[in-house]
């Protein structure tokens, strides 16, 4: 049994250094991807708390995971996140810009470039369709494996790897219409 499926044990039966452990080691990827997916900091906080919630309320019920609890977990917060998306009929547009942080010891002409390829990238990922961009975000932002993916995503793993062919081909040639459109316009 892994550490992760031992804390969730534990944490099932309410041991208050589990629950601890549980919300300190998986608070902050889970409030990244809502971050990311909602873009609003006050929402994300308490969507992210009605993702402990859940899971809390699952623990409860017996319900647990198929995978890793990792990706049970960002289930939860898929879930969580379209259910506010059904409830208020919001755009699901990414800026991603805002949460991408530049290193410190970069020369600032070298934190330009870096920012302009960072404000690329969040327009190309907006470009994405929903399920592309969970894809990139789960397995390149927070580090999923596959599997863990697909079980997030309620798809087989190849079809996550095929999610993941196209979604990487879309940004590729979103990032080349995007950079191909500053070319243009630095020559005008």
């Known amino acids: 049994m892994s550490t992760e499926e031992q804390l969730l044990e534990q944490a099932k039966r309410f ?3 589990a629950l601890r452990t549980l919300h300190n080691r998986f608070y902050e990827p889970i409030y990244r991807y809502v971050f990311y997916k909602v873009s609003d900091r006050q929402v994300s906080e308490d969507l992210t708390s009605d993702i402990f919630l859940r899971v809390l309320e699952a623990l409860k019920q017996g319900k647990m995971w198929n995978t890793t609890p990792g990706a049970w977990m960002f289930g939860i917060a898929r879930n969580v996140v379209a259910d ?3 409830k208020n009929s919001r755009n699901t547009d990414v ?6 942080s530049l290193p410190e ?3 600032p002409t070298r934190q330009v470039m870096i920012a302009e390829q960072y404000d690329e990238l969040a327009r190309a990922i907006t470009l994405l369709t929903d399920e592309q961009r969970d894809v990139v975000l789960l397995r390149f932002m927070e580090g999923l494996s596959i599997n863990d993916v697909a079980e997030v995503l309620n798809k087989t793993p190849g079809a996550v790897k095929g999610l993941q062919h196209r979604a990487l081909r879309a940004l590729s040639d979103a990032m080349g219409r995007i950079s191909g459109e500053k070319v243009a316009v630095e020559h005008l």
Do not use: G, K, N, V
């Open 95 to 100: 800026e991603l810009d805002e949460r991408l």
């Open 84 to 86: 506010y998306y059904r």
């Open 105 to 107: 010891e970069e020369s």
């Open 15 to 17: 041991d208050p250094d």
